[in-house]
């Protein structure tokens, strides 16, 4: 009785099950679709080794420990020199060396054959933060900043902030320069006011007592600068650019007067116009045809 009921039991839930599921759908794409994937069937790949040869491994045995036997040197053998031994290397042909790895790029030209380094006389070294840093020339010419001034140029975008520098170099012997440069930081116009004070050198006429032959007046601009020979022992008197002038030039002994106006570029270059006016004696008697001693009856 109890078999018989559980068994009917059970037939009646099977129909019931396959009536539910009779009523989902069967499209192939739904999602709710009871289809499995088809498997993938990937092209075999096989390997021939049929090209390769090891033969060479058959009569090796890995585990045989081998020692290098280099063959014998022949009887004219000659040992190649050491490496310190050598003579040092040029640095022509260092540069060709690296020219021949890494290309024209480190020979010092240019890609137009233009020399990289014809710009800038002095050795180039670079600072921990990365800037180009250049050696002071020693040329015996020493360098005195005379004035720094911040300039603004005004442009259509703005104003433009750069610095002049007045610098007057000199060998303390005679020599003597007085040049101005403009940069957009105080290092570089200093630099280029010390190259430009370099192009324009003169020599000062001075007496065995390092003071002037005669009295001189130079005027650049609106400045006036008045010269004087002195006693020795008197110095140097005068200021500003003038006395920065004179001392870079070497005189001892001197009088010097600004008359006009006090800017020190014109007052320097007032000073340089008044110098290159003087004449030594010996020159003005050759040029009469007379001794020296002449000069004075």
Known sequence: MATSLTSSLSSTFSSLSLRRFSLLPTHPHHPTSLSLPKPLNFPSIKIQATD???TFFDNVDPDEITTFDPPEKPEDFVPPPSFDE????TEEQIARAY???Y???YSGESVLGNDVYVMDSKVKKTSAFGKVKKDKVRDGFEERVVQVRRVTKVVKGGKQLHFRAVVVVGDKKGQVGVGVGKAKEVVAAVQK???NARRNIITVP???YLTFPHRSDGDYGAAKVMLRPASPGTGVIAGGAVRIVLEMAGV???LGKQLGSNNALNNARATVVAVQQMRQFSEVARERGIPMEELWK
């Open 52 to 54: 390769i040869d090891t």
């Open 206 to 208: 001075m007496t065995k």
């Open 99 to 101: 020219e021949e790895l």
């Open 252 to 254: 001892e002994n001197a």
């Open 193 to 195: 006011s010390a190259t």
């Open 103 to 105: 290309g024209p790029a």
């Open 86 to 89: 050598g003579p040092p290397e």
